[in-house]
């Protein structure tokens, strides 16, 4: 089943940190540009951040940039974001999505991870 | 505030036509292609329109796109209680580099 599942959510205190991770099957993962959304509560889905096939080119929203970091293991079929020094405003759901090579645009979507930064 | 600029709410009845609209600049919309997703909360987005009018399989031709100049508009006709979600246009930016989203239209079937 051609799928992307999310996973590394929870509570986490401001500052701190955490790694969310997602899982793709049913499709060559390394073929494609990979991307991570967010929906904070109440609000609408934002784009954080996107990673080339090969990881050799990385683009960041700029509430992101410098305090978040996304990779990928196109070996273990795996994308990445690496969230430090997190604030209360990053309390959201955490999609992972795929950017279609043909049509572009996000054609496959997870269900989300929900981040609480809270003290 | 968003980027991209739509209403942040629509709606209609039965069978109607609505239209949702997106507004943007030369960087985004003007020079790039525009794309449409539906959303009910706590679930994953579906890719309603790709390219600016493109529907990928499985969606209804009761969905359209368009675009103009540095603006995009989905229009819905044959409006069905299902459609009752919210959605969003999305387009590359090019400064600085990255996707931008709309705010979101609450589309409401009354």
């Known amino acids: 089943e051609v799928q992307l599942v999310e996973s590394g959510g929870g509570l986490v205190q401001p500052g701190g940190s955490l790694r969310l991770s997602c899982s793709a099957s049913?499709?060559?993962?390394?073929?494609?540009?990979m991307t991570w959304v967010r929906q904070a509560p109440g609000k609408g889905l934002e784009w954080m951040a996107n990673?080339?096939?090969?990881?050799?080119?990385?683009h960041y929203v700029d509430s992101a940039r410098g305090r978040f970091t996304i990779s990928r293991d196109d070996a273990r079929s795996s994308l990445y974001l690496q969230m430090d020094s997190l604030r209360v405003e990053d309390t959201a759901i955490y999609y992972c999505a795929r950017e279609a090579t043909s049509s572009g645009g996000f054609d496959l979507w997870g269900q989300g991870t929900l981040v609480t930064v809270s003290s | 505030q968003s980027v991209l600029t739509q209403p942040p709410s629509a709606s209609g009845t039965p069978g109607q036509r609505v239209t949702i609209s997106c507004s943007g600049s030369?960087?985004?919309?003007?020079?790039?292609?525009v794309y449409w997703y539906q959303h009910l909360p706590g679930t994953a987005p579906k890719l309603l329109i790709y390219?600016?009018?493109e529907r990928p399989s499985g969606v209804p031709d009761r969905f359209s796109g368009s675009k103009s100049g540095s603006s995009a508009s989905l229009a819905i006709s044959g409006l069905r209680s299902e459609d009752e979600a919210d959605y969003y246009c999305?387009?590359?930016?090019?400064?600085?580099?990255?996707?931008?989203f709309g705010g979101g239209t609450k589309l409401t079937v009354l």
């Open positions: 999305v387009a590359w930016d090019d400064s600085p580099s990255g996707w931008v």
């Open positions: 049913g499709f060559t993962f390394s073929r494609y540009w």
């Open positions: 390219r600016n009018n």
């Open positions: 990673i080339k096939q090969g990881g050799i080119e990385k």
């Open positions: 030369s960087s985004n919309i003007g020079n790039h292609y």
